[in-house]
């Protein structure tokens, strides 16, 4: 985009407090670079305009409703279920498996995804399980390490495990 003045700030009051633009939507309407959002922000604020905290379809960073949340899982947009986080992402595996249980999780229960691929929430691929199940599970995957380590399969090395190579 080619760098380009800002418009007037009563076009900016009007396009943010009637239009309901949010910022990135004012720089893209004006082909305004990247970075230009602090700039439209500070100038309304200079006037008295308090900067909305745009959630949802009209936040700037809107994805489609999925995104990655917390520790790499996959969030899907919806603030109205109790377990949502505090800008309205679910994880993905509780839907699934409340989707397979038919019913919500209940507070003990707890989702182990099987190949460990936070990103795979094929039910396949989800454990339903209560904490000491699921502490179960990490355990018997930590208890397959010394084995493949005293094999010589895996190895230690610069702070992960990893196949050790074969000649």
């Known amino acids: 985009?080619?760098?380009?003045?800002?418009?007037?700030i009563e076009t900016l009051i009007k396009d943010y407090t009637e239009e309901k633009l949010n910022l990135k939507q004012i720089?893209?309407?004006?082909?305004?670079v990247e970075?230009?959002?602090s700039n439209v922000s500070k100038m309304l604020k200079k006037h008295g305009i308090k900067i909305r905290q745009?959630?949802?379809k009209n936040h700037?960073?809107?994805?489609?409703?999925?995104?990655?949340?917390?520790?790499?899982?996959?969030?899907i947009w919806m603030p109205e279920h109790p377990k949502c986080n505090n800008v309205g992402y679910v994880k993905e595996h509780t839907l699934v498996a409340e989707k397979m249980l038919g019913r919500p999780l209940r507070k003990n229960e707890v989702v182990h995804h099987i190949n460990m691929d936070k990103q795979n929430n094929d039910e396949s691929n989800l454990f339903i399980c209560d904490n000491k199940e699921h502490l179960k599970c990490h355990r018997s995957i930590e208890n397959l390490i010394k084995p493949l380590l005293d094999k010589g399969i895996i190895e230690f090395k610069?702070?992960?495990?990893?196949?050790?190579?074969?000649?």
């Open 27 to 32: 720089c893209d309407k004006y082909g305004l």
């Open 1 to 8: 985009m080619s760098k380009r003045k800002l418009p007037d």
């Open 158 to 167: 610069d702070g992960i495990y990893d196949f050790k190579q074969m000649l």
């Open 35 to 37: 970075g230009s959002k």
């Open 54 to 56: 745009d959630k949802g």
């Open 60 to 75: 700037h960073n809107w994805q489609g409703g999925i995104t990655t949340v917390s520790s790499g899982y996959v969030g």
